[in-house]
Every structure is written in C-alpha cells, then in structure tokens.
C-alpha cells in the first residue's frame, strides 16, 4: 500500500479530476493538504480520503512539510508528495527535499517555472527558442529592442497559462509600457523576441529521464491572439498522425529541452512554433499536466484516461504508452459584448444538425451566467473522429455558428 499526500489548493474542477483519478488507483492511501475545508471537496472525495489537512497556504513549502508530517500521523508515512498545478512544483520540490521524498528536484524545478532561467538553460543546451532579456532596467530593456526590434512579447518571469503576456508592436507601446511597469533589480521584465509560426503544444512523457510517449495538439489562433482580443472563439486539434516527419523536430528538440531542464518522471507541457520551413521554436515549458481541456482532448484521441495515466505515472512511476485512435479538438465558446453577464447563445441548432453525430462532451454557456475570466471561455464543445480533416472542419463549422452574447 503506497501513501500519497495530494496538494489541491482549492476546489478547483480540473484540480479535482485529478485527485479522482488518483482516489481510483488500487493499492494507494490517498490524504489530502488544502486550504479547503474538507467537505469542499465533494462528498464522494471526503468519503474516500485517507486524510485531510488544512493549511494557510498552499504555495508556502514550510506549510507543506508541516502538512504532510501531520498527515503521516494519521495515515502513516507519507511516499509521494505530489500536484498539479503550475504553482505548485517549485514549493512541492521544496517541500520533497526536505521531507526526503522522490521527485522533481528544487533546481528542475526552478528552471521551469523561472521564464528566463528556462531561456538560459534551453540556449545554453542548443534548445531552438525565442532570445529574450530579463531586464533589470529601462535602459536594459531599450538595448534588448534594438537588438531584435519590433514586436516583443512581455510576460512574467513566472507565469502560467499565458497570463499577463503582452504583445507590442509599436514603439508608443513599448514606452508606455516602461513606464507603467518600469523594470527593476526588485521587479524585473521578461522580454521575448517576438516567433512568428504556427503555434502548437508538446505534452510528453519522462520515466527516469526518458521520453517515452508524446502528443501533439495545435492552437487556432495562437493563446496570446486570443488574450489580446477576449471575443475570438479558439479551437485546439490534436491531429490522428503525430509519428510521421511533420513532427520530427519538436520530438528532437522536446527531448533535448526536457534533459536539459532535468524532467526526471512525469508529464509536461510545451508550448512551440512550427515555422514555414518545419523548424520547431519552443516557447516555455511546464512540468505539469496541460491544461485548457487538454488532458480530457488526449484521453478521447487515445481512447485512454490520461488522468488516471498521470496519477500511475507519479504514483508509481509506470506508464503504459497508449495509441492514438483518433483526432479530437475543442471548441471554445467565449461571449462577445461588453456585458459582464450571458444573455444569448445563438446558431446552437445549426452547429447541432452540422456536427452533433462528433460531439463527445459539451460545456455550454448558461443564460445569465457570469462572464469568464478565462481563455477558455463560458463553455466548450469536444468533437472526435478517426480523420483529422473532419475534426478540423468540425471546429470551424462550431465557431463561427455558434454565438455567445453578453450584455
């Protein structure tokens, strides 16, 4: 029996599938540290739990060392100490190395939740990827622009998800960006030069430093598009064919960025551009699970729970490679308005008659419901079939018939 101390800050959905999957696995106690109270969770959760501890904070390693020496007392010593969340991993290897437990490294870590770190140690590997500056200064970030000019990409030095990344494109922006966040020693700005192709994700995964199984999964249009402009309605495909030469180079970059940035055992997201010549650019990488319904896309294209997958794999360091049966993508339907709230979803029975018989999970917007903060939007669509031009096509008939409105 192998127990397992499991961090879920708060209840979060995408949070809790994993932990299910992680409750499913035979042979494994599972406890609980969150800042949740227990009955949060879920009833179902709260009756299968070997145990639960409640911390402040779920991001501080202290609180988590303390956490998991408390779970041990009620269900024993604690063997793996494990999360999703990109948040969490350098804290979690913190707390690990304290605890003497298996896992990421502090430094692995580091390099992938640090955007600059990860630069320098992808570059110095020979990892194609975007140059860029953590500047400490204006003058420093002005250098940096006439080096590689017009656009950048802004964004933080740890960020996840895309989240407060800025294109500028127009040296009036640049300036008012320096002077509305001016960099500092105290607070620095990552600036990247800006890589034009198609924009795509590599989720993988490492037993012992090996990659043993990857998936590929393309952005239409790219994240920061859809940031900067919160009406455009995105898709993510994963095609059927992902072994054949289109992809040999980011599985030959992808493998040389993992071994650089020191993934040992688990799953991890990429970002990356392919350009017009074939060539792969890795953007960043992440030593999590992806997310944006990702996870859920590849479990439908294998015909396999990646969940479950992924609680076997850092649970119990195997992992059995599955096959990809088909193509799978995601529709994501974001409102369009300046209302905070949902007041009208339209062209729902045209998209129906056009490509209901492919739909295999649904997210709809409801009347009256707040407006997301999130890229992903009020809800989403999932469609699957053996080829990949139909999945495509599907996607595209999704988006532009159906109409979210807010007001």
Not at 130 to 157: D, M, N, T, Y
């Amino acid at each position: 029996m192998r127990t397992v101390a499991f961090v879920i800050p708060f209840a979060f959905e995408t949070s809790l599938r994993f932990l299910r999957s992680a409750l499913s696995l035979s042979g494994v106690r599972v406890g609980v540290i969150s800042a949740d109270p227990l009955d949060r969770l879920g009833p179902e959760i709260a009756r299968r739990v070997a145990g639960h501890w409640r911390v402040n904070d779920p991001l501080n390693a202290g609180e988590l060392v303390q956490a998991t020496r408390g779970l041990a007392k009620q269900m024993g010593s604690v063997e793996r100490l494990v999360g999703v969340l990109e948040q969490l991993q350098v804290p979690l290897a913190q707390a690990r190395e304290v605890l003497g437990l298996p896992g990421l490294s502090v430094e692995a870590a580091l390099n992938f939740r640090d955007k600059a770190r990860m630069k320098d140690v992808l570059r110095r590997a020979g990892v194609p990827c975007a140059r860029h500056c953590l500047a400490r200064s204006p003058a420093e970030a002005k250098a940096f622009l006439a080096e590689v000019g017009l656009p950048v990409v802004i964004k933080p030095q740890a960020g996840a998800g895309a989240k407060n990344t800025f294109r500028l494109d127009a040296a009036s922006q640049v300036l008012e960006a320096l002077a509305a966040f001016p960099p500092s020693a105290a607070s620095p700005t990552l600036i990247e030069e800006f890589v034009t192709g198609r924009e795509h994700s590599f989720d993988s995964v490492c037993v012992g430093g090996e990659l043993v199984w990857a998936s590929v999964s393309r952005y239409t249009p790219s994240p920061l598009e859809v940031l900067q402009n919160d009406w455009i309605q995105w898709t993510v495909l994963l095609p059927r064919e992902v072994g054949g030469p289109e992809f040999e180079p980011i599985r030959r970059a992808g493998r040389q960025a993992l071994a650089a940035l020191g993934m040992t055992t688990g799953l991890s997201h990429m970002e990356w551009f392919q350009r017009d010549d074939g060539r792969a650019v890795v953007s960043e990488v992440a030593a999590r699970p992806p997310g944006a319904q990702i996870t859920t896309l590849m479990s439908y294209a294998y015909d396999a729970d990646l969940y479950r997958a992924w609680a076997k794999l850092v649970i119990g360091d195997t992992f059995e490679a599955p096959e990809r049966k088909y193509a799978a993508g995601a529709a994501y339907l974001r409102g369009q308005g300046q209302g905070d709230r949902i007041t009208a979803v339209r062209g729902l029975e045209r998209a129906q008659a056009a490509v209901g018989p492919l739909v295999v999970e649904v997210k709809l917007p409801r009347m009256g419901q707040a407006r997301s903060s999130s890229y992903e939007g009020e809800g989403y669509v999932i469609v699957r079939h053996p080829r990949t031009e139909v999945v495509q096509e599907a996607l595209q008939t999704i988006v532009t018939q159906v109409r979210v409105e807010a007001g």
